[in-house]
């Protein structure tokens, strides 16, 4: 008979990054909040959070990331402001943010890498199994991701990544795992973990993407876990442990991803995916896809 394990209900999102790559905007602004349409990244994920049964929510932030937790605060001179012009729509619109789920905030203090600001989380996940959610990586609410990660969390115990297929001449841009195959279509059992490998040397195409749920054994390997690539403490490294010496909380399972993803870590993805969201919503898609194709005509007419 399948084990059963513990429910999971809280997530922890590292937010406590610089943004470099998004430079000036994210001079006074956090990455974070840069708007995807009309919601800032961070609130799609803490949505995926909420969507999963996860309701209790540990942010890792670092200075000059204080708008981060206003967005989740009340702001009760809008909310004034909007109920007495009679704008119900708008007014729910920000209530939404600090109704979505229990929030909490840490500081990562030095940035040392994701493995070390999964480490920040320590005192508040305890000894519970948790998920560990990337900005970066937007998943589409119809596609869910998380959820069938903690199923096989329940499952299996130990711990889950989000796996996803990527050509080999783009797997040095990511964690890489060396893979089994299991009963179930969409599982794997992943044997080995490495951090952005040469394509030469990856194990697989299996892309590690920003979705984990961990076992807090995971905790005990970080404090242990020497820098790696980069000068950081990398969480593949530490899983890298687990997938080996299963008794210190293993095994390690992949959820292989084939559903929508919308990668706002990158300018040119950022815009991608602003302009896929913005297409397929029902409010804005008929006449920005209109837009749209009345544009990329005339651009493809010019000389």
Same mark, same amino acid.
């Given at each position: 008979?399948?084990?059963?394990?513990?429910?999971?209900? #809280?997530?922890?999102?590292?937010?406590?990054?610089?943004?470099?790559?998004?430079?000036?905007?994210?001079?006074?602004?956090?990455?974070?909040?840069?708007?995807?349409? =009309?919601?800032?990244?961070?609130?799609?994920?803490?949505?995926?959070?909420?969507?999963?049964?996860?309701? @209790?929510?540990?942010?890792?932030?670092?200075?000059? #990331?204080?708008?981060? &937790?206003?967005?989740? =605060?009340?702001?009760?001179?809008?909310?004034?402001?909007?109920?007495?012009?009679?704008?119900?729509?708008?007014?729910?619109?920000?209530?939404?943010?600090?109704?979505?789920?229990?929030?909490?905030?840490?500081?990562?203090?030095?940035? /040392?890498?994701?493995?070390?600001?999964?480490?920040?989380?320590?005192?508040?996940?305890?000894? +519970?199994?948790?998920?560990?959610?990337?900005?970066? =990586?937007?998943?589409?609410?119809?596609?869910?991701?998380?959820?069938?990660?903690? &199923?096989?969390?329940?499952?299996?115990?130990?711990?889950?990544?989000?796996?996803?297929?990527?050509?080999? &001449?783009?797997?040095?841009?990511?964690?890489?795992?060396?893979?089994?195959?299991?009963? @179930?279509?969409?599982?794997?059992?992943?044997?080995?973990?490495?951090?952005?490998?040469?394509?030469? @040397?990856?194990?697989?195409?299996?892309?590690?993407?920003?979705?984990?749920?961990?076992?807090?054994?995971?905790? +005990?390997?970080?404090?242990?876990?020497?820098?790696?690539?980069?000068? &950081?403490?990398?969480?593949? =490294?530490?899983?890298?442990?687990?997938?080996?010496?299963?008794?210190?909380?293993?095994?390690?399972?992949?959820?292989?991803? /084939?559903?929508?993803?919308?990668?706002?870590? @990158?300018?040119?993805?950022?815009?991608?995916?602003?302009?896929?969201?913005?297409? +397929?919503?029902?409010?804005?898609?008929?006449?920005?896809?209109?837009?749209?194709?009345?544009?990329?005509?005339?651009?493809?007419?010019?000389?």
């Amino acid at each position: 008979m399948t084990q059963s394990h513990p429910r999971i209900s #809280k997530a922890v999102i590292p937010a406590a990054g610089l943004g470099t790559r998004f430079l000036p905007a994210t001079k006074a602004t956090p990455k974070e909040m840069l708007p995807v349409v =009309d919601k800032p990244a961070i609130q799609y994920v803490v949505e995926e959070a909420v969507s999963a049964g996860l309701d @209790d929510v540990l942010m890792i932030t670092g200075r000059n #990331k204080r708008p981060l &937790e206003d967005h989740f =605060d009340r702001n009760y001179e809008l909310e004034s402001a909007l109920q007495k012009k009679g704008d119900a729509a708008r007014l729910e619109k920000v209530q939404q943010s600090s109704d979505l789920a229990t929030m909490h905030y840490v500081r990562q203090g030095d940035p /040392k890498g994701l493995g070390h600001a999964v480490l920040c989380a320590a005192p508040h996940v305890g000894q +519970e199994p948790f998920a560990v959610l990337l900005g970066d =990586d937007l998943i589409d609410p119809r596609d869910p991701l998380l959820q069938r990660m903690t &199923e096989v969390r329940e499952q299996h115990g130990g711990s889950v990544v989000a796996l996803m297929e990527v050509a080999p &001449e783009q797997i040095h841009l990511y964690g890489c795992a060396a893979v089994e195959s299991t009963r @179930d279509a969409d599982v794997v059992k992943v044997t080995g973990l490495v951090e952005k490998p040469d394509a030469a @040397d990856a194990p697989s195409n299996y892309a590690i993407i920003g979705r984990y749920v961990l076992d807090p054994g995971i905790f +005990e390997i970080l404090r242990r876990t020497e820098p790696g690539r980069g000068g &950081e403490i990398q969480l593949t =490294d530490a899983l890298q442990q687990l997938a080996e010496d299963e008794k210190a909380g293993g095994p390690v399972h992949g959820v292989v991803f /084939k559903g929508r993803r919308y990668d706002t870590g @990158d300018r040119g993805d950022y815009l991608r995916a602003i302009v896929r969201l913005a297409c +397929e919503r029902e409010d804005l898609g008929p006449d920005f896809r209109s837009w749209l194709r009345s544009y990329v005509t005339e651009e493809m007419q010019q000389p």
